[in-house]
C-alpha cells in the first residue's frame, strides 16, 4: 500500500495492474510495460482472486511476440501490501465495468482502464485467439501513450487526469 508522491520524482515509477483473476488482461500489460517502458517504469501485476495460473493462451501471445514468460504468476495483491512491497506509484485496474474491480487503497495514482476479459471467452480457438489479440492491441495503444506522458513537473491532478484518459485513446 505504500505510494511515492511524483512531482519531483525522477524514474522509474511504480505501476500495478490490477484485475479479479490475473491471468490475461494484467499480465499481458505487465509485460507490455517492462518492456517498452524499460528503465523509465517498472510494472507489476495481481488480482483480487487470482486464478493461480497465467492462462495459457496469453502465455502463448506473449512468446509470439518475444516476451520472455519464465517469471510470469497469477498472484495476489496481497504481495503489494506487505512490508517490502514497492511503493507504487500508479496502480491501474483492467477490468470490464460490468465487473467487480478491485480498488486500491493508499495515495497511489489510479485510472479504470476497462475492457473485455480474454480469459472468459469459451467457443472455437480462433475466437479465444482473436480475444487476447484485441486485448493485446489494446494495451499496446494505451501503454504506448501513457509512457510518452509527461510524468514531471505535472501536478498531480492534471496527470491523474491524462493517465485516465489514456484508455480512450483508441
Known amino acids: 500500500m505504500p505510494a511515492r508522491h511524483l512531482e519531483n520524482q525522477k524514474a522509474p515509477y511504480n505501476v500495478l495492474f490490477l484485475c479479479t483473476g490475473n491471468s490475461a488482461r494484467s499480465i499481458m500489460a505487465e509485460s507490455i510495460l517492462n518492456k517498452i517502458g524499460k528503465g523509465r517504469f517498472q510494472a507489476f501485476s495481481a488480482g483480487s482472486h487470482p486464478k493461480g495460473q497465467v492462462h495459457p493462451q496469453a502465455m502463448t501471445l506473449l512468446r509470439q511476440h518475444g516476451f520472455d514468460t519464465g517469471r510470469l504468476r497469477s498472484k495476489s495483491w496481497s504481495e503489494f501490501v506487505d512490508a517490502g512491497a514497492p511503493a507504487l506509484d500508479f496502480v491501474i485496474t483492467v477490468c470490464e465495468a460490468n465487473e467487480i474491480c478491485p480498488s486500491w487503497p493508499g495515495q497511489p495514482m489510479s485510472a479504470r482502464w476497462g475492457m473485455p476479459d480474454p480469459a472468459m471467452v469459451e467457443s472455437t480457438p480462433e475466437d479465444i485467439a482473436?480475444?487476447?489479440?484485441?486485448?493485446?492491441?489494446?494495451?499496446?495503444?494505451?501503454?504506448?501513450?501513457?509512457?510518452?506522458?509527461?510524468?514531471?513537473?505535472?501536478?498531480?491532478?492534471?496527470?491523474?487526469?491524462q493517465v485516465q484518459d489514456t484508455a480512450d485513446r483508441e
Request: charged share 20%; no cysteine; net charge positive.
Open 130 to 161: 482473436e480475444a487476447f489479440g484485441e486485448a493485446y492491441r489494446l494495451l499496446t495503444g494505451r501503454l504506448s501513450v501513457f509512457v510518452n506522458l509527461n510524468m514531471t513537473g505535472l501536478v498531480r491532478l492534471a496527470l491523474q487526469k
